[in-house]
């Protein structure tokens, strides 16, 4: 046990290395607010998609249909529960629609499923591979987080697919595609390796921005316990066992299995905070729920990680 908890950690410790230094460059004002938001663009329209391509093309784990429905299914149903739950967990912590019970609902639901998983998950199983299917599983987050999650925030149902139809979920479609359709020895060696080089550095930059943009939330933001504390049981306590629970209990792929297990171990994410401020959510919310949860999970990812493997019998 101790031992997989130093594997795990040693895994988490560049990871948090290069969001020190983006807190660092955001601090000593060497990456600039508007820097920081074109670093941003940069990995969303461009970064995250080559990426993205390069580890789904060619991937045999997704060129079965099924699978790839479970993948997707699968993402939207787990935050779709985790957003409920944080919805009926907020009202236990006397929280009410108007005061940020609908914000904390969707910034606690939804855990940081794209940046920050992906070196931990690659440290651990050691299995690029594993990246396709987190795509994959990222696209059901992602329509969950624009239908329930938009829906919940501004307290309507109206949904528009403009509002999911992003350049990384863009790619894993295309991607899918090409699977399915037989067609990826059309992308051969040079244009593989070109997508490679340009997805290399998709996750220290978001990370790096990532470290920037935290220090913008602590000085911008009051920090209130109750939130804070909520937040940390619930989605680094409560929301864990159920999502280790779920893939115990339903029969899916053990790629699957190893994803969720990563997921399960994730801070809140900060993209809930941009629904905040636009869906009419209170941002203050959305900011403690993050810190909060970033911060504590240095402690409890590791344990969370071992754990889920250990049962899981991964």
Same mark, same amino acid.
């Given at each position: 046990m101790m031992s997989e908890s130093l594997l795990v950690l040693n895994a988490l410790i560049p990871v948090f290395v290069v969001i020190g230094v983006g807190v660092l460059l955001r601090k000593y004002n060497v990456l600039r607010e508007e820097v920081e938001?074109?670093?941003?663009e940069m990995v969303v329209k461009? %970064?995250?998609?080559? &990426?993205?391509l390069a580890n789904i093309i060619g991937n045999e784990s997704l060129s079965d249909l099924r699978e790839v429905g479970t993948l997707v299914g699968y993402g939207f149903l787990s935050l779709l529960v985790a957003v409920l739950v944080a919805y009926g967990f907020a009202g236990l912590c006397?929280?009410?629609r108007g005061n940020g019970k609908r914000t904390f609902a969707v910034s606690a639901g939804i855990q940081n499923y794209g940046y920050m998983g992906v070196p931990l998950l690659l440290s651990i199983f050691n299995d690029r591979e594993l990246l396709g299917v987190l795509f994959t599983y990222n696209v059901g987050v992602e329509l969950a987080m624009w239908t329930v999650g938009v829906a919940m925030m501004r307290g309507d149902k109206k949904f528009t697919w403009q509002l999911v139809m992003k350049p990384p979920v863009i790619a894993v479609f295309?991607? *899918? %595609?090409?699977? &399915? &359709?037989? *067609?990826?020895y059309l992308f051969t060696a040079p244009v593989m390796g070109s997508l490679e080089m340009l997805g290399a550095p998709a996750i220290p930059v978001a990370l790096i921005v990532i470290g920037a943009g935290l220090v913008e939330l602590l000085r911008k933001e009051r920090f209130d316990w109750l939130v804070g504390a909520g937040a940390v049981l619930l989605r680094l306590a409560v929301l864990p066992v159920l999502m280790i629970l779920s893939v115990w209990l339903i029969p899916v792929p053990e790629e699957l299995k190893k994803v969720v297990v990563v997921q399960a171990a994730m801070p809140a994410a900060m993209f809930?905070?941009? &629904?905040?401020k636009h869906y009419g959510g209170r941002p203050e919310v959305a900011v403690q729920v993050v810190v909060a949860t970033t911060i504590v999970s240095v402690v409890t990812m590791p344990l969370i990680v071992v754990l889920g493997v250990q049962f899981l019998g991964l």
């Open positions: 938001r074109g670093m941003m461009v %970064l995250m998609p080559a &990426l993205t006397k929280m009410k295309f991607g *899918l %595609l090409v699977n &399915l &359709l037989g *067609l990826d809930p905070i941009v &629904l905040a």
